[in-house]
């Protein structure tokens, strides 16, 4: 049994589209981490949420942390070819090892 | 170096061979892990590293698997008698260790493992 679900599992949008991906657990973290893998490479960390209820952005991409600390989401505006890859959600189990989820794969087409 | 490098990037073996893979950390981090990521899947934890001591091998799927950080810096993932279901891409990341909910890793590009 997944820690982590994410959905959706794959996706594939044109350019400009906006899209939102999803990140859910049963259990509570103590943060929650967003990375985006490329193909043939590690996964590179797009950002740390650590308090329920709070959102980050960085520049098109707009990441919130549910109240209860459970699930969260990534919202990408305008989604450009290069924000194609593996999204991969992380969660922080109060200071010990982070638990990934099975991602969702996107698509960007020009 | 800059990042987290692995070697080998890639690794044929044959069912029943042994395979060393390594990783070198970011020089001063002194967290270390290893994940295992199967085709189209998110990675998956293997074992843990802080400095040389292994505070946590829970993820290791079998006694094949045994991993060794000796000077606390590069570490050595070790799988005995390979096989077929071994075959995935071993990542290791490192972090400064400075711990709690900021931790952030950095990943090496990996090892990608195939057993014939």
């Known amino acids: 049994t997944q820690l982590l679900e994410q959905s959706p599992q794959f996706l594939s949008i044109q350019e400009g589209e906006n899209l939102t991906v999803y990140c859910n657990s049963s259990?509570?973290?103590?943060?929650l981490q967003w990375y985006r893998q490329e193909p043939g490479e590690g996964p590179v960390l797009l950002v740390t949420?650590?308090?329920?209820?709070e959102v980050k952005k960085l520049k098109r991409l707009t990441f919130q942390f549910g109240d209860a600390r459970k699930d969260s989401s990534l919202h990408i505006t305008a989604a450009q070819t290069g924000d194609t890859g593996l999204y991969l959600c992380?969660?922080?189990?109060?200071?010990?090892?982070?638990?990934f989820g099975p991602g969702t794969r996107l698509s960007v087409l020009p | 170096g800059a990042g987290v490098s692995q070697s080998p990037r890639y690794k044929v073996a044959k069912r029943g061979q042994d395979v060393a893979l390594r990783c070198d950390p970011i020089?001063?981090?002194?967290?270390l892990f290893w994940y295992q990521q199967a085709l189209g899947q998110g990675p998956e934890f293997l074992t843990y590293f802080q400095n040389e001591a292994q505070l946590d091998k829970s993820g290791l799927p079998s006694d094949r698997f045994f991993a060794e950080r000796p000077e606390g810096s590069v570490s050595t993932l070790k799988i005995q008698r390979t096989q077929q279901e071994d075959s995935a891409v071993y990542l290791c990341?490192?972090?400064?260790?400075?711990?709690?909910?900021?931790?952030?890793?950095?990943f090496g590009s990996g090892t990608q493992l195939s057993v014939l």
């Open positions: 949420v650590v308090t329920g209820g």
């Open positions: 259990s509570v973290f103590s943060s």
């Open positions: 990341a490192s972090s400064d260790g400075q711990g709690g909910t900021n931790e952030k890793l950095f």
């Open positions: 020089s001063g981090h002194v967290s």
């Open positions: 992380a969660g922080g189990l109060y200071g010990q090892n982070f638990v």
